[in-house]
């Protein structure tokens, strides 16, 4: 996954919430720097957010995301060896992935983010699968594992609670966005495939 800043990926928008949902307990001179980055959420390194909140706004066609099973294996050593046949493949577990709209992968691990509207934490998925295969001399071959993954788009509310003004003056809850973000969750729906390369080249994660 490419490492990128958030904060030149993601467009944050402020707003004030005039009559929040919920009343938050009372926390005083929060100081939030850069308040929709989120690193504010809870198990995020500042962590002084009091939720963050993944809200759907639309449905995306699903997608099926190739992964590799296991390690690769290849006949390679001896230029005289005949085909081998042997079994290939192993387990991968996929998890809820984040992206940008503009397709750029974003690292949100350890943030702690609730789900609503139709939308709700994905669970992991392990995939295994061994399989027979000849691998002709010269080449190296892969299982691969198709999953698909349900999409949908939204952005991530970031909740703020830090009555230390006046009373009652919209209870000073802040909420954040950050806005433009892709959910894509996987689901049980898997196919199975194998790839082959030639020895000296390295599998493409990105063209499975």
Request: with cysteine; proline share 7%; hydrophobic share 30%.
């Amino acid at each position: 996954m490419r490492c990128a800043s958030i904060a030149i990926l993601i467009a944050a928008t402020p707003a004030v919430s005039a009559s929040p949902a919920t009343h938050l307990e009372a926390r005083k001179n929060v100081d939030r720097p850069d308040p929709a980055n989120l690193d504010h959420c809870p198990g995020r390194p500042t962590g002084d957010a009091d939720a963050c909140t993944f809200e759907k706004q639309s449905d995306l066609p699903d997608r099926r995301r190739w992964f590799i099973l296991g390690d690769p294996v290849g006949n390679c050593d001896d230029p005289d060896a005949p085909d081998l046949s042997t079994t290939v493949g192993g387990e991968r577990t996929t998890t809820e992935t984040w992206e940008h709209t503009n397709s750029a992968e974003i690292n949100l691990f350890g943030i702690k983010i609730g789900g609503e509207g139709g939308w709700s934490e994905a669970e992991s998925k392990t995939e295994r699968q061994l399989i027979t295969l000849t691998i002709l001399n010269g080449k190296q071959k892969a299982v691969v594992a198709g999953v698909n993954h349900k999409e949908s788009q939204g952005r991530i509310r970031i909740n703020y609670g830090d009555p230390s003004g006046d009373p009652g003056a919209n209870d000073y809850h802040y909420v954040w966005y950050q806005n433009d973000l892709v959910s894509s969750q996987p689901t049980d729906d898997v196919e199975y495939d194998s790839k082959e390369i030639n020895c000296g080249e390295t599998f493409d994660p990105n063209n499975l």
